[in-house]
């Protein structure tokens, strides 16, 4: 069997998709399509086309890709570019999943978003993309001592959907409660948009020795910083399943999450985590003074135990990854 793996951007995923389908003894090709030029002329050699993630493909196009194709969406395709889309353009979009054989979804929440576009079922499944536990199964997750500095990783891209504002507006509600902020430090890193306009901000932060900045930095800088850090903070405003929160959860870290969707199979609030609605300061405050409190060390020992082991049960990655092989080539039932 031969597959071809169309995504429209480059990202670790893709290149996580391609090596599970190589590793379980299929041929897969890939073709990046930023034109529609690029696609291979001749698709009749293929068996199975995996399109990531869900975008529009002009009906002249689909019509030569080959019958069996099986869309995986990254949860921004539906939850944000789908809707900006002009009318002509989603109506495209909902017959592709309509005559589609399958969809890939990593959380609940956006499965339900897919197939409330399709007027009648279509076969699905839903696949947390996970993590690669044995590249964190050594980091020490017993990160307990009420003496030292706390570090928060806030490390997602300066885009809008991910709200990272919120954390420099969490630093201004901290600070004007006359909080003593001398042992705590935020961790940012990433680039995009929203970076820019908060340049002034984050070099106030970083001045006063609030804010270290990681700039942009590669998976590997990721896992180094969440390896050292007390709590992870996250303001996303949409989300899947997402790898950073389960890569953290995993890691030790104290999740402290918005309370979006894609968070909620993940974290309940107050017994693997804390949530908040808009602004995340309370919650830090509340989980700032809780780690400073050594009556507390076990609360915080227990929750950082059922974490990794919920990742463990939910999101491996080498498990997850057969299954979405398995459904892609059609061994799997929906």
């Given amino acids: 069997m031969k597959l071809l793996l169309l995504y429209k951007d480059y990202s670790v995923h893709i290149e996580r998709f391609k090596n599970a389908f190589a590793s379980n003894g299929y041929e897969i090709d890939t073709a990046k399509i930023t034109s529609f030029a690029e696609i291979p002329e001749t698709t009749s050699q293929y068996d ?8 529009v493909i002009p009906e002249e196009i689909l019509a030569q890709l080959p019958e069996r194709r099986i869309y995986i969406s990254m949860a921004f395709d539906i939850t944000h570019d789908y809707p900006a889309l002009p009318k002509v353009e989603r109506e495209l979009v909902k017959k592709q999943i309509e005559n589609s054989s399958g969809i890939i979804c990593d959380s609940i929440f956006i499965k339900e978003k897919v197939l409330e576009l399709a007027r009648y079922a279509i076969p699905s499944i839903v696949l947390p993309y996970g993590i690669d536990l044995q590249l964190f199964s050594h980091f020490e997750i017993d990160k307990y001592n009420p003496v030292a500095n706390i570090n928060i990783a806030a490390i997602r891209n300066w885009h809008g959907v991910h709200n990272q504002s919120s954390i420099l507006n969490a630093i201004e509600r901290i600070e004007s409660k006359g909080t003593n ?3 705590i430090r935020f961790h940012i890193a990433g680039d995009g948009p929203y970076r820019k306009i908060e340049e002034e901000r984050i070099s106030k932060y970083i001045e006063k020795g609030l ?8 998976n590997k800088d990721i896992m180094n910083i969440i390896q050292f850090c007390d709590i992870y903070l996250s303001s ?3 989300d899947g399943a997402s790898v950073s929160l389960l890569e953290a959860m ?5 999740p402290v999450v918005s309370d ?4 909620l199979p993940w974290i309940t609030n107050e017994k693997n985590g804390f949530l908040f609605n808009e602004n995340p300061a309370d919650q830090l405050l509340k989980v700032i003074g809780m780690l400073s409190d050594v009556s507390h060390k076990e609360f915080f020992a227990e929750m950082r135990a059922y ?3 919920k990742i463990h049960r939910e999101a491996d990655w080498e498990k997850n990854s057969l299954e979405l092989v398995n459904f892609t080539v059609g061994k799997l039932d929906a």
Avoid at 211 to 218: A, F
Avoid at 250 to 254: A, L, Q, R, Y
Avoid at 260 to 263: E, L, M, Q, S
Wanted: aromatic share 6%; with cysteine; proline share 6%.
């Fill in 307 to 309: 974490n990794r082991l």
């Fill in 260 to 263: 979006i969707p894609g968070n």
């Fill in 181 to 183: 902020l001398n042992k």
């Fill in 211 to 218: 804010v270290i900045d990681h700039g942009k930095i590669s």
């Fill in 236 to 238: 996303s405003t949409t």
């Fill in 48 to 55: 199975v086309c995996i399109i990531c993630p869900i975008f």
């Fill in 250 to 254: 995993f890691s030790g870290c104290i």
